[in-house]
């Protein structure tokens, strides 16, 4: 009954947001198992994004309804420091890179491409760590412009760079460029054969970044987006819906596919990552962060039906970074935020650190938190087995008898 109701309040929390530019549509299907791979999200004037479910990297495009295109460009999932990659015609006079005319696009969860008015189409998708980019040319000779400074050459089809805030790139080409011109590079394409470029990202450092471009193993790039298509595929499908009202349908997996972006991956293939400058070693598990802990409260109740491992995987990386939101009414949310994480059976997790961490957190701020969170806390104490957690809440038993009681749980 309980987590029937937290779901119902999600969805409902959702629905009543301000709806984004961007829609999930469906395609027609004769079956209901064809219908769970056909969304798409139809970007008619906003900015087309492309991740896989949680994913620590991001394709975005902008786009506007005069069919101009004004940038391609990677980033950190829910953070700034876009890398931005201009596609243009080699040796051709006033050849502007943006911005572009366009003539068609199509946007879905896993893939994106745009025709652009010169001949030029571009595609993209990406993995859990690594955007792949397709580029077709209407010429013998293709041509990349990277906005970025401070590029080191590492081989004739690799780069690498810093970008501000601790992020480091890591760009693979498939082809090796004859020439260079400060950001631009230029390569030769005698047969009309597709220009693929890799992306990938690190909070740790360039080799890092480097070895994250192992994630696509080749430069098959249909095999890359059916992957990524299937993962969301398996995602959406969760939760069904009956309804005949198309309409209803598209906005209900719009707000899901919106929601299931984050958490935001944090570790790299390897385990490591950066969190406020300081290093860590995720063992065992993958590192996850939720930046906003005001919609994570939102949010949690859905992940705790549908993918308890995410959450289990938050609660190992607070334990490692102890690394919680300072301000008070943050850290509420992210406290109430992890009550499903104890719905499960079992916890994957070290409890004892997890009753320790929580118990000095609780000491420091429990004279301001709301009864709601303080609530939250007790319970944690049971399930956790903590003295030391119900030691720092003496309000626990008054919450438990009364709060409790009030609320059902």
Known sequence: MQKNLLLLLFLFNFAC??????????????????LWSSFVNQLK???????????????????????TLSYLGVSPNGRENMVLISPFLPFQKNDIP?????????AEPAYY???????????????????LQRFTFPSDTAGLRLAAENIEIRNDSLLVFNQKNEIFVALQFSKSFFKRDKGSFYFLNPN???????????????????????????????????????????????????????????????????ALQSPVL???????????????????????????????QDLAPLLGLIKPEILQNIAKTYILTKKMPKKIGSFEKM????SPVFWAEELDFDT??????LSALALEKGENLSPYALYSLAMFSKKLHSPNLENALPTAKILDSELGENLGL
């Open 335 to 338: 406290i109430i935020g992890l």
């Open 98 to 106: 943006y911005p572009y005319r366009f003539s068609a696009q199509t």
């Open 192 to 258: 009309g054969e597709p220009l693929l470029v890799k992306t990938a990202m690190s909070s740790v450092n360039i080799e890092k970044a480097i070895k994250n471009l192992a994630e696509i193993k080749d430069w098959n790039f249909e095999i890359c987006a059916e992957k990524t298509a299937e993962l969301w595929e398996n995602e959406l499908q969760k939760i069904q819906i009956q309804t005949a009202d198309k309409n209803l349908k598209v906005q209900f997996y719009t707000k899901l596919w919106e």
């Open 266 to 296: 944090l570790s790299d293939l390897d385990g490591s990552f950066r969190l406020d400058s300081v290093l860590y070693q995720a063992k065992g598990f993958e590192a996850y962060q939720y930046a906003d802990s005001y919609n994570f």
């Open 45 to 67: 004037d906003g900015e087309p994004v492309v991740q896989s479910p949680f994913g620590a990297i991001r394709f975005s495009a902008s786009t506007s309804q005069d069919s």
């Open 113 to 131: 491409s745009i025709s652009l008015t010169n001949g030029i189409k571009a595609e993209a998708t990406a993995t859990q760590r690594v955007v």
């Open 352 to 357: 004892d650190k997890m009753g320790n961490l």
């Open 17 to 34: 947001q301000e709806s984004k530019k961007t829609e999930v549509s469906v395609r027609q299907a004769e079956t209901e198992t064809e």
